[in-house]
Nanobody, 122 residues
Framework: EVQLVESGGGLVNAGGSLRLSCTAS????????VGWFRQAPGKEREGVAC????????FITTSVKGRFTIFSDIAKNTVDLQMDGLKVEDTAVYYC???????????????WGQGTQVTVFS
């Protein structure tokens, strides 16, 4: 059974950092695109960052570029999202997902985790 589990969310002061981790079971990330998405209350889910797990090619959405970094570790079967310089507007539930195309569109992803809450306060 394919499972994705996110961890690392929490409550943090504006300007602080969090590192989210997405761990897969039932399959290997290698050869797939892994994306991090977020959904704030009342808003649509949006793509934040994605990475080709096997070769490390990645894309970061403009609003978080320079603050967020995405990493893959094939040996551990994890994809992490390092979030620095957090802002109140980064508050959302963060999801990881797996798909076959490297893209920030939610339509391209097949398997999804349950999400982890990130709350940034000022």
């Amino acid at each position: 059974e394919v499972q994705l589990v996110e961890s690392g969310g929490g409550l943090v002061n504006a300007g602080g950092s969090l590192r989210l981790s997405c761990t897969a079971s039932g399959f290997s990330f290698g050869g797939y695109a892994v994306g991090w998405f977020r959904q704030a209350p009342g808003k649509e889910r949006e793509g934040v960052a994605c990475i080709s797990a096997s070769d490390g090619v990645s894309f970061i959405t403009t609003s978080v570029k320079g603050r967020f970094t995405i990493f893959s570790d094939i040996a551990k079967n994890t994809v992490d999202l390092q979030m620095d310089g957090l802002k109140v507007e980064d508050t959302a539930v963060y999801y990881c997902a797996v798909g076959s195309l490297l893209h920030l569109s939610t339509d391209e992803y097949i398997y999804w985790g349950q999400g982890t809450q990130v709350t940034v306060f000022s």
